[in-house]
């Protein structure tokens, strides 16, 4: 009975805490607030076997990283748009750029869908899936890439300085 009634009171418990009170951190080195505005959390758990880290973020800051894979990664591999979804979230544990959502994508001259207004279309369902992908997989041991183009589209002489990390369809990521 002793069992049951601490069983219960730890279920009641977890279900009436305020997410006020969580943890939040990024990347499970440092402790942070990562938002659309100051909304959203990251959060780094593992999971029950401690082989993979989770990266969770609000709905709206999916969907913000989701319509920027559509833009940026329309006609693109599927592992090309988790990719592009893996540069934002590596954006965000850099030191070298802003630690929001909404500040890596509205920093100026980054992304072209955002001067050209196509991060206002919704995206569609690959995309969402990309962004789901790329927030359940270790980032820790991937390509850390921090940047990415089209070669058959810019000129731009940025990254011949950058190492090349991977190339996934038309796009050459680099760190």
Same mark, same amino acid.
């Given at each position: 009975?002793?069992?049951? *009634?601490?069983?219960?009171?730890?279920?009641?418990?977890?279900?009436?805490?305020?997410?006020?009170?969580?943890? !939040?951190?990024?990347?499970?080195?440092?402790?942070? !607030?990562?938002?659309?505005?100051?909304?959203?959390?990251?959060?780094?758990?593992?999971?029950?076997?401690?082989?993979?880290?989770?990266?969770? *973020?609000?709905?709206?800051?999916?969907?913000?990283?989701?319509?920027?894979?559509?833009?940026?990664?329309?006609?693109?591999?599927?592992?090309?748009?988790?990719?592009?979804?893996?540069?934002?979230?590596?954006?965000?544990?850099?030191?070298?750029?802003?630690?929001? *959502?909404?500040?890596?994508?509205?920093?100026?001259?980054?992304?072209?869908?955002?001067?050209?207004?196509?991060?206002?279309?919704?995206?569609?369902?690959?995309?969402?899936?990309?962004?789901?992908?790329?927030?359940?997989?270790?980032?820790?041991?991937?390509?850390?890439?921090?940047?990415?183009?089209?070669?058959?589209?810019?000129?731009?002489?940025?990254?011949?300085?950058?190492? !090349?990390?991977?190339?996934?369809?038309?796009?050459?990521?680099?760190?």
């Amino acid at each position: 009975m002793k069992k049951l *009634i601490a069983l219960s009171t730890m279920v009641v418990s977890l279900l009436i805490t305020s997410p006020a009170f969580a943890a !939040t951190f990024k990347s499970g080195t440092t402790m942070s !607030t990562n938002a659309i505005g100051s909304n959203t959390q990251v959060q780094t758990t593992s999971d029950a076997n401690h082989r993979k880290k989770y990266t969770f *973020i609000t709905p709206e800051g999916e969907d913000l990283i989701a319509r920027l894979v559509r833009a940026e990664a329309t006609g693109q591999p599927f592992q090309g748009k988790v990719e592009v979804a893996v540069v934002v979230l590596n954006r965000m544990d850099s030191s070298l750029f802003p630690n929001t *959502i909404w500040g890596v994508l509205y920093q100026p001259n980054q992304f072209a869908p955002v001067r050209n207004g196509q991060i206002k279309l919704p995206a569609d369902a690959e995309s969402i899936r990309a962004v789901n992908e790329a927030l359940f997989i270790d980032r820790a041991n991937g390509t850390h890439s921090l940047f990415f183009y089209n070669p058959k589209k810019s000129a731009s002489t940025f990254f011949a300085s950058r190492q !090349t990390t991977v190339a996934i369809g038309d796009h050459v990521f680099k760190r």
